[in-house]
């Protein structure tokens, strides 16, 4: 099932997201006693992270049952400005109060087929005796390319079936990144996108509406085997569809 969720701006964009997610960690944390979800990098999700560190400490959530993870990460130190948990742990993770080794940052600029491989492992322990991971949420963003997590437009991981986290160097970021694979993404619980800006409505809808191409959109391969898919659109975003 897809739900789509127009909202008129950015900032409310971050609080619709911020109220999903608790929403999402709170009706876990009553049913299994955990709460796992694989962060989204690059800038839409900031202010939700934001309002996550605002918020998080006024619920119920017992921050020693929650796990955080990446759907992708540019494969620089965890320092960098470019680095994705870098971003987050600047704007809600190294405030709050989630244990350390409850947080699980992807590590790949010194040997990116290395850190992919040790992701997996993390992964595959974590989500012992798992076919793929079971997250309870993933969160991603949205290229005006069509790209997400770092799934980009003619990746061959676009197709990729096994792993559950694989490295490439992508030419257009003139990089490697590690990302989540389609089949990790799509084993979790949910998955929400986060887009917003005009600059992406061509992207959003190709992707929602459009043909079916994942080659050329490669957010079309997001499916959530039997999770939910939200879409959270600022109007600019969504003015196409
Ligand atoms: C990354 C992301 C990537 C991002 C999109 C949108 O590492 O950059 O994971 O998939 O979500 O490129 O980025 P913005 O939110 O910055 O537009």
Redesign the pocket.
Known sequence: MTVIHRVESPERLASAAADFILGIANERLRSAGSFSVAL??????KPTYARLAEMLPTTSVDPAAVNIFW????CVPLDDPMS?YRMAHDVWLGGSAIPPDHIHPMRCDEDPEGGARAYEKLLRSHYADQEWPAFDLVL????PDG????LFPGSRLIEEGERWVAAEIVEKVGGWRLTLTPPAINAAGAVAFLVAGEKKAEAVHQVIVGEHDPQSWPAQIVEPEEGQLHWFLDEAAASLL
């Open positions: 989204a990098g690059g800038t839409t999700p759907g992708d990460e540019r994705n991603l963003g949205l290229g790209h997400c997590a770092s």
